[in-house]
């Protein structure tokens, strides 16, 4: 089951571009890790959204999505430095929320998952935001980012979600919430097919 509306809105656009999606997708480090703590890595994280398009060639074949919907938007030079002064957001440290990013164990139990799931060992890490405010380069360039996970990282937001398939929508019903939503308000005169 999805448990965030955006979750829910990143697999239906991730389906509509010919993905195979999955939800929720437990991984936490291997006991046999070197570096594994029971204290620490004992509970799970998930992959927010995995998807794979058996037409596609190249990284992109497979996507890891960890959706962040706040309401105030993504800001990634905030995120970069929260992260590397390991300030405390929203009750614990801020590199906690990505750790898949930022620590090595953890990501290689990111790696081992998708792989396991997909027969694939390279695919693209994709950060699903509301909006994104800012420069998107702190977050999709940073060196450390991509050496500790070995993957390309790319924002989405969710503007960008809605231009894609919007203008593809037809008469037909969708086959996607996000589809037929989005029909809805092109209907009530909510949205045209140019908005978004």
């Given at each position: 089951m999805k448990e965030d509306?955006?979750?829910q809105l990143a697999s239906d656009y991730f389906e509509a571009l010919g993905y195979f999606t999955l939800t929720n997708v437990k991984f936490?480090?291997?006991?046999?890790?070197?570096?594994y703590e029971s204290r620490q890595d004992s509970v799970h994280s998930d992959i927010d959204v995995?998807?794979?398009c058996p037409t596609r060639i190249g990284d992109d074949r497979v996507i890891a999505v960890s959706c962040?919907?706040?309401?105030?938007?993504?800001?990634?030079?905030?995120?970069?430095?929260?992260?590397?002064?390991?300030?405390?957001?929203?009750?614990?440290?801020?590199?906690?929320?990505?750790r898949e990013l930022v620590v090595p164990k953890w990501a290689r139990a990111f790696r081992k998952?998708?792989?396991?799931?997909?027969?694939?060992?390279?695919?693209?890490?994709?950060?699903?935001?509301?909006?994104?405010?800012?420069?998107?380069?702190?977050?999709?360039?940073?060196?450390?980012f991509r050496e500790t996970l070995g993957a390309e990282i790319?924002?989405?937001?969710?503007?960008e979600m809605v231009q894609a398939v919007l203008p593809a929508l037809s008469n037909t019903v969708a086959n996607s919430e996000l589809g037929r939503t989005l029909q809805l308000f092109k209907a009530s005169g909510i949205l045209s097919g140019n908005d978004a």
């Open positions: 509306i955006l979750e936490r480090p291997d006991p046999s890790d070197p570096a995995l998807g794979y962040k919907s706040l309401q105030e938007g993504f800001w990634p030079e905030w995120e970069v430095k929260a992260i590397e002064e390991n300030k405390i957001v929203s009750g614990r440290e801020a590199w906690r929320r990505y998952c998708v792989s396991d799931l997909t027969n694939e060992t390279s695919f693209v890490y994709i950060t699903a935001v509301t909006k994104v405010n800012g420069d998107r380069g702190p977050w999709e360039d940073n060196s450390k790319r924002l989405l937001s969710l503007t």
